[in-house]
C-alpha cells in the first residue's frame, strides 16, 4: 500500500515529509531539482528531526500527500509529493474512466497473460496496451482504466464484474452485468468518453457484441442473495 506522509515546504529547498511507521519513522526529502532522498529513523528522532525543519523555515502543508517515486534512465531518482494516489496519476497519459481495487493474494501475471490475449484481438491499441498491462502490473491498489481506448475499461470491467468486483466509475451509474453479457449498456454508460461507434467496434473485436451475448449460453447465477448485493454495490459506485 501506498505510504501518506506528512508534508512540510520551503520555498527554497523543496520538500520534506515524514510517515510513521510503528516504531520507524520513513522521511522523504526532494530537493528543488526533484531529486528524492529516502531514510528510515526510529521514531524517537522524529521530534527533533522534525525542530530542526521547522527553524530552517519549513511550513505545513495543508493536507498529507502521497509520494511518488520516478526513476530516470540514467538512473536518478525523483520525487513528488501529491494528494492523487500514484496509481491514479496519469501524467498526461489520458483522464481515469474507472477503477477497481486490486484483491490481495490476486495472481496478477495470470490475470494479465488473459488480458493481454483479449487486447490482441482489437485493432489500433497494440502500442498504448503494452503501456496500459505495464501500469497495472506497477499498482500497488488500484488497477485503472483510461480514456485512451474503450478496450481498457471493458476488459478490466468485464473481469471485475465476473469476480465480483466494485467497478468506481469517474462519473455515471455503472453497468451491473459484464460488457459481455449486456454491451447495449456498456456502449451507453461509456458513450461520455468514447464515440458508440469505437465501442461497438470494440465489443465485436473482443467477441462481445449484442450477438455474440445472443448466441452465447445462459449464465446461471448462485447464491442470489449474495450476488443482489454486490450487484447493488456496484451499480452505485461512482467517485
Known amino acids: 500500500m501506498n505510504l501518506v506522509f506528512d508534508v512540510y515546504q520551503h520555498s527554497d529547498k523543496g520538500a520534506w515529509g515524514f510517515c510513521p511507521r510503528g516504531s520507524e519513522v520513513m522521511i522523504a526529502e526532494i530537493k528543488l531539482d526533484g531529486t528524492l532522498k529516502l531514510e528510515t529513523i526510529n521514531a ?8 530542526a525543519k521547522v527553524r530552517m523555515g519549513y511550513s505545513r502543508a495543508a493536507r498529507c500527500k502521497y509520494l511518488h517515486r520516478n526513476v530516470t ?6 520525487g513528488e509529493f501529491s494528494e492523487v494516489h500514484p496509481d491514479l496519476d496519469f ?3 489520458g483522464e481515469l474512466v474507472l477503477m477497481v481495487t486490486r484483491s490481495i493474494g490476486l495472481d496478477v501475471d ?16 497494440r502500442n498504448t496496451a503494452d503501456v496500459w498491462i505495464a501500469r497495472q502490473r506497477r499498482a500497488v ?5 483510461p480514456d485512451t481506448h474503450p478496450a481498457f475499461a471493458l476488459v478490466l470491467s468485464n473481469w471485475a464484474v465476473e469476480n465480483k468486483q466494485v467497478v468506481i466509475a469517474q462519473s455515471g ?4 452485468v459484464t460488457p459481455k453479457n449486456d454491451p447495449m449498456a456498456w456502449k451507453q454508460f461509456l458513450s461520455k468518453w468514447f464515440a458508440e461507434a469505437t465501442t461497438q467496434r470494440t465489443l465485436e473485436q473482443l467477441r462481445w457484441s449484442l450477438r455474440d451475448a445472443m448466441l452465447a449460453a445462459p449464465v446461471i447465477h448462485n447464491n442470489t442473495d449474495d ?3 454486490w450487484i447493488a454495490d456496484a451499480s452505485q459506485a461512482a467517485f
Open 44 to 51: 524517537i528522532k522524529l521530534g527533533g528531526a522534525l525542530t
Open 73 to 78: 534512465p540514467d538512473g536518478k531518482v525523483l
Open 91 to 93: 501524467a498526461g497519459d
Open 110 to 125: 495470470a490475470l494479465l497473460q488473459e488480458w493481454e490475449v483479449l487486447l490482441q484481438g482489437v485493432d489500433g491499441v
Open 141 to 145: 491498489q488500484y488497477f485503472t482504466a
Open 173 to 176: 451509474q455503472v453497468p451491473a
Open 227 to 229: 450476488a443482489d448485493g
